[in-house]
């Protein structure tokens, strides 16, 4: 599965390099420019099975996987920013990816939808960043910017990566993949 996610990872990265192409004459330098774009990486933290009660689970096994896997997802794509709600389950998923890139995950309030879009726009351009969110917070941060309407997300599911190419703060691609 893994495998699926770096070939669609990589088609998707392509794809954006090509964003920034135009038509030119032979002695014309075309170079893509890339650093006009930003890219978001959106998941829902990790497996958690949480008991009756229970008000902030840390992940399941499974869970820790998969934010392992998260990161080896996201290895070749250095990342400026990774942020995490105040969750135990948010940062037990966000913090292997910072660490891999060396930087400290970044709090943010998780239903502070513009706050998030806010940050995001104020790294720099060129830059990609990671966003652990929750099942109901998801649709509200791809709402934020700009992307299609959808449900909060089923309660087993965490394994869905939600790509996002900005052009300034202007959404130029959304793409949904499975890790």
Do not use: W
């Not at 996987?65 to 995490?84: K, N």
Request: charged share 25%; net charge negative; hydrophobic share 35%.
């Amino acid at each position: 599965m893994t495998r699926r996610v770096l070939i669609a990872a990589g088609v998707l990265l392509a794809g954006t390099l090509g964003l920034g192409f135009g038509v030119g004459t032979r002695d014309e330098a075309v170079t893509p420019p890339v650093k006009e774009y930003r890219t978001v990486f959106l998941v829902r933290h990790g497996d958690t099975a949480p008991q009756p009660g229970e008000q902030d689970p840390k992940l399941t096994e499974e869970g820790e996987i998969r934010a392992a896997r998260l990161a080896e997802v996201l290895r070749d794509e250095p990342l400026g920013s990774v942020f995490v709600t105040r969750t135990t389950r948010s940062m037990q998923t966000g913090t292997p990816t910072a660490e891999y890139n060396g930087i400290e995950p970044t709090v943010y309030p998780p239903t502070g939808y513009d706050e998030i879009k806010s940050m995001i726009n104020g790294q720099p351009s060129g830059t990609s960043c990671l966003v652990v969110a929750h099942s109901n917070t998801v649709p509200g941060i791809v709402r934020a910017f700009g992307g299609r309407e959808m449900a909060e997300l089923p309660e087993k599911e965490f394994d869905r990566l939600i790509v996002f190419v900005l052009r300034g703060e202007t959404l130029v691609r959304m793409v949904e993949l499975r890790y």
